[in-house]
């Protein structure tokens, strides 16, 4: 490596004088300089970019439905045809599954109004009901966790940035993730999504090792991670096959930030991620590979959210049509204050909260048979009026700077509001939902949803086009719900606060009611005294 190099990515170069060497280094490395993920299987044939993502398309059914947006009976229409294929009523060509909507029917509902009570209230129910249909009340808890921030690429809404030199760079080593795990798991997690930066600092080989220490982590009473998804940079079909072949892991996310090509080429002005084509087919190279469980997301802030939305309906329809299975999730951050980052401090195209309540609702009529996540970037207050638009996933307790979570154990809420508010912190961030994991749970409790730790589709082969089969014929609730009573019947048993025990176990009493099947609910009783006796992990 070039000795200025070396000495950028051990962190050496700090000093105002060193500056133009300083850009130098930065230059050599988030050009085409450094490359994470190595394509040793070059043959593999896939669609252009511009084929999935058809700007074009979008505009055009954005402008086309803009005078159909404003008659209540076209939104009504689309509300109850969105209803009716999550609910399997008159679906097309006797066809089981469920189906989404169009783009130029999705285009529509973006167009609405967002000021309009009658029709929101109307999107918002719908999506509610279509998400109930499905997922029932259950939310399934994760926490992520923050292997490196050192990164080579230039993204401008990121604090990681190559070009952030005010802020700490680290890395954790073997006794570093292990502290970090036993830590989130003695907090109750099972299901952690692991996230690094691009640097030669932490390459691909070190992170293998990183998911096989985070796999092995035990902690009394009865710790351990069942599911690792990891969100991490671009990788090749050869080294996709390498992390399946960990057989440790769940779902490959990856954010494209944006779809709209001249903003991508803008807010990536250097380094490997400022390959737009290369990322959009990110996804085709995991399901060659034989990952088969893969999540979507966006940033919303960097450009117009109605062309996001439709741009990830079209990437979900592309993976639908050609590998028999839709995304697993998508993730829809909104931009959030971080250091060093100009279009996170000023954000070039706001969401106001009007917008986003209707774009999740709307993401949930469109996709229905898809998770959809939720993180601490939102607010509480937000994050509880989510939950009623068509949220199936969300964090809880995170943090977002390397190392945090074994050295934050000590510190109140507001204390770590205030330091995540910091611009000069290490967050990737800022973080505006302070709550531990058990004060999360217990407000789900409370608001009526049952928190899921359940792992068991990922371990029992229901992945991919599998799980989709059994999500789009609306069976996908008959496992989760009974799972999902069972692995709070966990938490509440080992990491439970008293009053969060207390009212979750009345939940768990009263949920048993709503289990249709007679020999389910004796199956579910037998494994809950088993639970009692000592017994875990035990699921359908």
């Excluded at 009529?365 to 638009?389: D, H, K």
């Excluded at 290490?426 to 049952?450: A, E, H």
């Excluded at 069976?475 to 709070?488: A, K, M």
Aim: with cysteine; glycine share 4%.
């Amino acid at each position: 490596m070039l000795p200025v190099v070396k000495n950028l990515v051990s962190g050496a170069i700090r000093a105002p004088q060193t500056k133009n060497l300083l850009s130098n280094s930065i230059n050599l490395l988030s050009k085409r300089f450094y490359v994470w993920s190595i394509e040793r299987e070059p043959n593999h044939k896939f669609k252009k970019a511009s084929e999935i993502i058809r700007e074009k398309e979008i505009f055009e059914a954005l402008e086309k439905t803009k005078e159909d947006s404003k008659n209540p009976e076209v939104i009504k229409s689309i509300l109850k045809k969105a209803k009716d294929k999550a609910l399997l009523k008159n679906v097309v060509g006797g066809s089981e599954y469920v189906q989404g909507l169009t783009i130029e029917e999705t285009a529509t509902l973006l167009n609405m109004d967002s000021t309009n009570k009658e029709l929101t209230s109307l999107l918002f129910k719908t999506a509610f009901d279509i998400k109930e249909r499905i997922y029932g009340n259950r939310i399934v808890l994760f926490a992520p966790l923050y292997i490196s921030n050192y990164c080579v690429n230039s993204c401008t809404y990121c604090s990681f940035r190559v070009q952030n030199t005010h802020g700490t760079r680290a890395l954790l080593e073997k006794e570093d993730i292990e502290r970090e795990v036993v830590t989130l798991q003695r907090q109750g997690h099972k299901r952690l999504l692991v996230l690094t930066g691009e640097h030669p600092k932490y390459p691909f080989e070190k992170f293998l090792d990183a998911l096989k220490v985070i796999s092995e982590v035990r902690t009394p009473p009865c710790g351990e991670i069942r599911r690792i998804n990891v969100e991490i940079p671009m990788l090749s079909v050869s080294d996709f096959r390498r992390l399946k072949n960990t057989n440790v892991i769940g779902t490959y996310t990856l954010f494209q930030e944006t779809y709209h090509r001249e903003t991508f080429k803008r807010v990536h002005p250097q380094g490997p991620k400022s390959n737009y084509e290369r990322r959009v087919l990110t996804f085709d190279r995991a399901q060659t590979a034989g990952i088969d469980d893969v999540g979507l997301g966006v940033l919303f802030g960097l450009y117009d959210y109605k062309f996001e939305v439709l741009a990830l309906l079209q990437h979900a329809q592309h993976l639908d049509q050609t590998y028999h299975a839709g995304p697993h999730t998508i993730s829809i951050p909104r931009i959030q204050p971080a250091a060093n980052a100009p279009d996170a401090i000023k954000t070039p195209f706001p969401v106001n909260d009007d917008d986003f309540r209707k774009l999740v609702a709307i993401l949930r009529c469109a996709v229905p048979y898809t998770g959809m996540i939720l993180s601490t970037r939102e607010t509480t207050e937000m994050r509880n009026q989510l939950l009623n638009m068509g949220i199936s996933q969300m964090s809880a307790g995170s943090r977002t700077d390397v190392g945090a979570y074994h050295r934050d154990t000590s510190k109140k809420a507001d204390e770590l509001l205030h330091q995540n508010t910091e611009y000069n912190s290490s967050s990737q961030f800022t973080l505006n939902d302070p709550r531990n994991t058990d004060q999360v749970i217990s407000d789900l409790i409370k608001s009526g949803y049952v928190p899921s730790f359940c792992t068991a589709c990922y371990r029992e082969g229901r992945t991919g086009e599998a799980f989709m089969n059994i999500a789009k014929k609306g069976d996908i609730h008959n496992f989760c719900h009974p799972n999902s009573l069972l692995t709070l019947q966990e938490y509440l048993t080992d990491y439970a606060s008293e009053e969060t025990r207390k009212i979750g176990e009345e939940l768990i009493k009263k949920e048993e009611k709503r289990i249709p099947s007679k020999i389910r609910l004796a199956a579910l009783k037998k494994k809950q005294k088993r639970l009692a006796a000592g017994e875990r992990d035990l699921y359908f």
